[in-house]
């Protein structure tokens, strides 16, 4: 079995084809919230990055993949960044299109990037910072073994509101 194939889904590198998704939800201010940059993103950019990317997180120190269904229809992206091979850790990051969400495709897609990473790139751990009021990610990535380790005050500005952020990390034994 694929280790990057799941029952509805598969993980696949960004590709060109691909260009049209990753503007829609990179420029989605609503995901801004969810990330750390506050500024769209050209199409001439993201174009760029994916021409340019190498695709291997040993040397982009980064793993960005499209989640796609069993008809190739992309659902979201999954990332897995600040790759840190000495220590054996790297963040995590996902982004279901909203027409696309509440049907499981994150939770399929965040137990193939586990055991990608853990089988694949001998991970030890996992993290991710998701904003306290972020319930359905925070039950998402609990639900596949994630603890919430650490909060950080105040952390992120949202439409006005200082947020408290949760560290969350899944450690391998």
């Not at 137990?111 to 853990?118: H, T």
Request: charged share 25%; with cysteine.
């Amino acid at each position: 079995m694929d280790i990057l194939r799941g029952k509805r889904i598969l993980l696949r590198p960004v590709e060109i084809q691909d260009l049209d998704v990753l503007y829609r939800l990179e420029n989605d201010s609503e995901n801004w919230a969810l990330s750390n940059h506050l500024n769209p993103f050209s199409r001439f950019y993201l174009e760029q990055y994916i021409l340019h990317a190498e695709n291997n997180i040993y040397t982009d120190k980064q793993l960005r993949l499209i989640i796609v269904d069993q008809q190739g229809t992309p659902l979201g992206i999954i990332d897995l960044f600040e790759f840190d091979p000495h220590h054996r850790r790297a963040a995590l990051g996902i982004i279901i299109d909203p027409e696309f969400r509440n049907k499981g495709f994150a939770s399929e897609a965040l137990a193939l990037i586990i055991r990608y990473a853990s089988k694949v790139l001998n991970i030890k751990q996992l993290y991710c910072g998701i904003g306290a009021w972020n319930k359905i990610s925070i039950r998402l990535f609990e639900k596949h073994g994630f603890k919430i380790t650490g909060n950080k005050k105040s952390w992120r500005l949202n439409k006005g509101q200082w947020e408290d952020e949760h560290f969350l990390q899944l450690i391998f034994e």
